[in-house]
């Protein structure tokens, strides 16, 4: 059953959010433990899209926007080791 892209959305938006604080808070560990949740959910929301739905523009931002953070998160954590 494909899922609801806004659904999907805000769960991958979850899964940013939780790792984006660990990487703020240097839990390399616990960062590193939310990879298959993360790699989930995207896979999730693409499944999702692919079905022929799309997230509210709202969601889109917010998801460009951590994805974004995490990027620089994660680089800075890279750096840091």
Do not use: C, F, W
């Not at 939780?18 to 929301?45: S, Y």
């Not at 926007?65 to 620089?72: H, S, V, Y």
Request: aromatic fraction near 0%.
């Amino acid at each position: 059953m494909t899922q609801d892209p806004i659904e999907a959305a805000e769960q991958l938006a979850a899964v940013l959010s939780r790792e984006n604080a660990a990487l703020a808070a240097l839990d390399l560990r616990r960062a590193a433990g939310m990879l298959g949740e993360k790699q989930a959910a995207a896979e999730a929301l693409l499944a999702a899209l692919a079905g022929g739905g799309a997230p509210a523009p709202l969601h889109a931002r917010l998801l460009r926007d951590l994805a974004g953070e995490n990027r620089r998160r994660l680089e800075h954590a890279i750096a840091v080791q």
